[in-house]
């Protein structure tokens, strides 16, 4: 069978070390067998050891492996649309509850990094910054919102405040969310990873699994193997393909492209992003970066429909780096590649459960690092008899993108083209 590394990115390269995580061979029984061991799997897993649960992991290449270890690092809280968004979509109740949850994902981050002792980099501080009016008009009526909810922690910034947190000239204002931050996304994930085997938990790696038995003890198969299980997780997000037929339809797989200058000297560095903080833009198709551990800059933007990967990252992503810091101008790129997000027309996470032991969650659309950290926690909740926060996601209804599967690339690519020139003109 071949073995599938992770793809040469400067987090594969920072990577703490790892066990060797063999492949599965033969039957095994557990209690839930999750499929994937993202961020989504890995926090289901955790915190259903936690509660006593034996728990099996199939991965079909290595830990981390998908976006969970490819991500730009953001603690982005909240989901890819705003509440009132959710609000629209589903009953007063449930949009209550999944507000009350839109920043508890960047709470289990910091719980599990100090519990486990992970060593990830954390960093506190996010930004989202403006180029236009229109954007800052949307900043402000965001942060009004969330207070409505409770949410009390944001703060606006005015054009000098954001030049000092971005050395650049660029944005005309921002919102700073001291509860986001930032991480070394796949030593967040191998942490969590290392937390559940302490736990008794078992991961295999370089196991997809290529089929699952339906009924009332269903069977995960790999081509080695295969687990019985009282529950199934399916948390393979945009790698996922077809394993499960009727989640495909209501989701596409997009890339985005990452890349990492050579560590820069401490001044230079400094004098980009003085605070540290991560940042992401408010542009339809954003562009997003902070600093890392060593004092590189890792700057990720763009969005390739349908996940083709792009021959040369560097000269798409380059530029956009350099409109934000021309100072990088001679700075070295050492690292550039591509991750898969998934995308669902309405941009919420797509979640529910198949007969009453097959549970999903996936289609984050972009901002999952806290989302997916949520997910295993309701996940983990459901399977104890507790279905309430689960029930609000899967309340979201989903629909199939326009074009079906042959044209949904070029139909959601003209729709992203019209935000982007909305973006351009400011309007
Ligand atoms: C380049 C990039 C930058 C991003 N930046 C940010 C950011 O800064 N902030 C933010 O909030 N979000 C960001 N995101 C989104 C975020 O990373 C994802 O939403 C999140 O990591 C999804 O986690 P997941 O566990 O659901 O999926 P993944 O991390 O993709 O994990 C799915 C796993 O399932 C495995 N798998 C799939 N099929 C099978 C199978 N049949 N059998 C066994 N295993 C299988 C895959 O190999 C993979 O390891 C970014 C995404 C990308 C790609």
């Known amino acids: 069978m071949t073995h599938t590394p992770y793809p040469q990115s400067y987090y594969a390269f920072s990577a703490n070390p790892v066990p060797l995580r063999p492949e599965l061979q033969g039957e095994v029984e557990t209690d839930v067998c999750i499929i994937g061991a993202g961020y989504t799997g890995l926090s289901t897993g955790l915190f259903l050891l936690e509660h006593g649960f034996k728990v099996t992991i199939l991965e079909a290449a290595k830990v981390g492996f998908g976006a969970s270890g490819r991500n730009g690092g953001q603690i982005v809280n909240s989901y890819s649309r705003d509440i009132d968004a959710i609000e629209r979509s589903t009953s007063a109740k449930n949009a209550q509850l999944m507000a009350d949850m839109a920043f508890e994902g960047g709470r289990i981050i910091r719980d599990r990094i100090q519990k486990y002792n992970i060593q990830c980099d954390l960093k506190d501080g996010g930004v989202f910054a403006a180029f236009t009016k229109k954007q800052m008009g949307h900043l402000e009526a965001q942060k009004k919102l969330w207070e409505r909810f409770g949410h009390k922690q944001l703060e606006i910034l005015d054009a000098k405040r954001i030049r000092e947190v971005a050395a650049t000239d660029n944005y005309i204002g921002g919102m700073l969310d001291m509860s986001g931050g930032h991480i070394h996304p796949l030593n967040l994930a191998l942490g969590e990873a290392a937390a559940i085997e302490s736990l008794g938990g078992v991961i295999h790696e370089q196991s997809p699994a290529t089929r699952i038995e339906r009924g009332a ?19 393979g997000n945009a790698y996922l393909g077809n394993l499960v037929p009727e989640l495909a339809s209501k989701s596409m797989p997009c890339g985005t492209q990452v890349i990492t200058t050579e560590p820069l000297p401490e ?48 000269a798409i992503i380059r530029p956009k780096m350099l409109a934000t810091f ?18 669902t027309l309405s941009r919420l996470p797509q979640v529910g459960r198949i007969g009453d032991n097959i549970y999903y969650s996936q289609g984050c659309s972009g901002h999952g690092v806290t989302y997916t950290h949520i997910a295993g926690k309701v996940i983990a909740e459901t399977l104890r008899g507790q279905a309430e926060r689960f029930d609000a996601f899967a309340s979201l209804p989903h629909y199939p993108f326009p074009g079906g599967r042959l044209f949904r690339v070029p139909f959601t690519a003209m729709g992203a083209w019209y935000y982007t020139m909305r973006d351009k003109l400011g309007v």
């Open 217 to 235: 003890n269903p069977v995960v198969h790999t081509p080695k193997g295969r687990v019985k299980a009282k529950f199934v997780v399916v948390a």
């Open 326 to 343: 021309p100072q990088l101008k001679n700075v070295k790129i050492d690292f550039a590649w591509t991750g898969n997000f998934l995308l």
């Open 267 to 314: 001044d230079l560095a400094r004098s980009l992003l003085p605070q540290d903080y991560c940042v992401e833009d408010c542009n339809y198709l954003l562009d997003y970066y902070r600093l890392s551990g060593d004092r590189r800059l890792i700057y990720g933007g763009g969005v390739v429909y349908g996940a083709r990967d792009p021959a040369n990252i560097e």
